[in-house]
Every structure is written in C-alpha cells, then in structure tokens.
C-alpha cells in the first residue's frame, strides 16, 4: 500500500517586495533559483503580507489622521492612534473591544485581531491591509504562475490569526484558487456503517497551517511549496470558509 | 541554503483498537510494517479516537440513563437523549445552547462541539469520551515508544474542533509531550526592526492540522509521523494551548 504522504518546502530567498512588483514572477524565480521542482497539482501557500505588499495595500502612517474614538483608545491602551483608526477604518463591525483588543470584522468578512492591518515586517511608519479580495488575488497568482512555471498549482494566501479559546496564533486561508477549500465527508460512512453528519474539514485552512511551519515569521520565508497532497478538485473560494453570521453562535 | 522542508507520513494499517491494547506497541508494529524509519525529532500525532479506545473511555448507550433536561433537549432537536446525558456528563459547563447545537467546557478545559463525546469511528451503540488527561496520555505513550522503537520523538493526540466564525472543522493538539506547543517570537525584532509584540505561534495545532491532511476520517489511518520539523524543544503540555476563562473574550 503506498503511503499516504506529502512535503511542505519553505521557499526562501524572496527579495522584499513593494507595490507593483510582479508577485508571480518573482515567487517563479525563487523556484527555479531553489531547484525545487513544481509539479500540476502542488500548491502554493503565500502569506497575506507580501501580496499586500506587491498590490500596494500599505498605509504610510504619517497621512493618517485619526478620529476622537481612535485618539480615545489609543491614549487608554497606549497604543498609536494612527494605527487605531486604519483598524477603524477596515473593520466592518467590531466584535469585541476590550482590555486593549480590537477584534473586527474586515471589510472582506474576515474576523481578526485589528481587522487584519499588521505592524511587524512593514518598515517603520507603515502598516498593511488585507488584499481586497484575498480570493481574487490567489486566481490571479495562479493564471500567471500557469504561463510563468507551466504548471497548474493550487494557491492560498494565507495569514496568521488568533482564535477564542485558545492560546497562540495559527495560520489560516484568506484566499483560495483552484481547489476547494473543503473536503467533505457528509453522508459518508465510516467502517461502522455510522453515518459522518458534520463532518466538512476545512482543509486550505489546514494547509496554511501546514506551510506556516515551514516559513519563519523572521526569517523571511514568506511562500511554500506543499507536494503530494491530493487537494478537493474544483473550483472553491476562501471566503466560503467565512461562516455566515446567521449560523455562528459567537459574533 | 538548505532547504527549510518536512515530511507528514499518514501511518496505515492499525487494526481497530480496544480498551486494554498497547497502543505504543500496536504502532510501532506499524511503523516497522511500512518500513518507515522513525527517528530521533519526528513527531507522533495520534487521533484522540484511538488513544481513548485503548484508554476504554468509551460509554455503551444502553447502560446510560437520560436525565429530564437530556430528554427535553434530544426530543427538541431529534438527537439520541442517551447521547446528549454523557455530553452533559462531560461539560463542566456549556458555552452554547443554542439551534441544536452543544458547545461545552470539557472537564479537561477544552471548548468543544458535545464536549468531546463521538459517535463516528465507534461500535453502533457506543460513544468516546476524551482522554480523562492528555497530557498524561502523551507522556505515557511517548516513554514506551522511546522503548519499543529506540527513538525519542514528540506525540501529540489530536483532535477535530469546529471554530467559531469559520467554516469546517481542524484538527487541533490536545496532549502534547516532549516538546513546547509554542514557538515564542515575542521580543524578537523583524528585518525592519518592528518587535514582534504578541506573535506566539501555537505550532503543536499547526501540526495536528499538518497530520489531518495525511489521515483520513473513513480511510482508516489515526496516526501520522512528520519528520524534518524543528520543534520548540523543552517540556510542554497541551493544556497550557487552553486560553484561561480571565484572558478570554468569547466564554
């Protein structure tokens, strides 16, 4: 029986990336540069960061001025109140505001700490928003990756979020091209003939996950290469994996 | 440079566990079967299932009798009234009840769907409680493995948990034993200098959501080795992942 079994391969060596870059053409350079061997059906996770970056969603913190209610928090939790008001500004709704924490849901959906706007690996005075339409970004990666590499690779841009109950961060999907972001096994059954009723594993989740632990949040490994994973065939989107506010218990 | 990579090796071939099994010695069977070569630094994810069968935490139905709010609850909402007396059994306190669904506190601290009580990949009839102590269940099986394979690896038991606000379930580390279920960035600066504030990556999860993607809920395959990650040395322990109730917003 062969084994079920695949490789996640941090790929290193990206030179830092600024608005306009082509993300594609440099993300196809590493590879080649690495000798790594992209094959049809691998998949491409990307960290959220460096295609903000590429799609020029940076904010220069010196053109903000923030509101009364971003100056307010700010002052209360000795945070920047720059900062506090892109926060604002990109959150949708916020979901929790408390002891210093600013938990929001995104324009895109998306429920995160500061509605996704980061401060670490930006230079200093800059902060970056979640790509606009994380799905959008992940299809059109993967067309130019097509024509760059010749090959037809799976993408999700991934990023690194907290959860309720839980200590520590993981990696999750943002956006998701050229698979589904589930596999599902409702109405399988199992070997004793039980029926699985909920059982929907959110696999890209799960496979950023997986690449995470082969990038560094400091050393510069912004992209993974996961090999041998047999992914969800079809078309699927990341944010399916946003729950509808009408089916969640804690909004 | 080398390559930062790792391999996750789905372990098939265990034959259906019961309560008294030596479950070490059943997988080091396995591992020797498939002619994988486990070495010092892998790391053993096991699906909680598993563990808990050989641990004999497994309740038959007919012996359980329903409590009112347990028959009230299951005839709302079509469930098995046997089913939902041990989940209550099982909560320390419930989170959610609400629209069918149960989400409770387990005795252990995990928040969980039904409090960690299964009734897939079980005899009809029959459900699974969690491991009473995960942990303890990690360490245990992870001395004898040491013995019957001479190799020192980390295990994690995992499970699958749902997650508010997404779609789909993970799966997650319950016990963790011989290594830190955190990488720690707090402190550490970026390349532009930004201190890295609240980054503590809960990579003992993004392992389990790593093994996950090589097992299989039907396929029959509860364990997986993954080689060629460095992990945070030093003792560690699953329970330290629960966020305590005072840091949590969502309780």
Redo the contacts between chains.
């Keep these: 029986?062969p084994?079920?079994?695949?490789?996640?391969?941090?790929l290193?060596?990206l030179p830092e990336v600024t608005a306009g870059d082509d993300l594609p053409d440099l993300i196809a350079q590493t590879i080649r540069q690495?000798d790594?061997r992209a094959e049809n059906g691998d998949i491409l996770v990307i960290a959220q960061k460096i295609v903000s970056k590429a799609e020029g969603r940076v904010v220069r913190l010196e053109d903000v001025a923030p509101s009364a209610q971003a100056l307010d928090w700010a002052e209360t939790h000795g945070k920047d109140p720059r900062v506090i008001e892109v926060v604002l500004r990109e959150a949708r709704r916020l979901v929790?505001m408390?002891?210093g924490?600013l938990?929001a849901e995104t324009q895109q959906g998306?429920?995160c700490?500061n509605a996704g706007v980061d401060?670490?690996?930006?230079?200093?005075g800059t902060v970056t928003l979640l790509p606009e339409d994380p799905d959008y970004s992940a299809a059109e990666i993967r067309k130019s990756l097509a024509t760059e590499l010749g090959v037809e690779l799976a993408v999700i841009i991934s990023d690194?979020f907290g959860?309720?109950?839980?200590?520590?961060?993981?990696?999750?999907a943002l956006g998701v091209s050229g698979m589904s972001?589930?596999v599902d096994?409702r109405n399988?059954?199992?070997?004793?003939?039980?029926e699985?009723?909920?059982?929907?594993?959110?696999?890209a989740?799960?496979?950023a996950?997986?690449a995470?632990?082969?990038?560094?949040?400091?050393?510069?490994?912004p992209a993974a290469l996961i090999q041998g994973?047999s992914y969800p065939e079809g078309e699927g989107y990341g944010r399916?994996?946003?729950?509808p506010p009408e089916n969640?218990?804690?909004?």
Tied chains: 1, 2.
């Design positions: 029986m084994l079920n079994q695949f490789k996640v391969i941090g290193p060596g690495e790594v929790r408390e002891r924490l938990i998306y429920i700490a401060t670490s690996n930006v230079p200093q690194t959860r309720p109950w839980r200590n520590g961060l993981a990696n999750v972001p589930f096994y399988e059954r199992d070997r004793f003939g039980n699985l009723k909920a059982t929907q594993m959110a696999v989740d799960e496979l996950s997986a995470e632990l082969a990038m560094g949040k400091t050393a510069a490994i994973f399916e994996i946003v729950r969640d218990l804690f909004r």
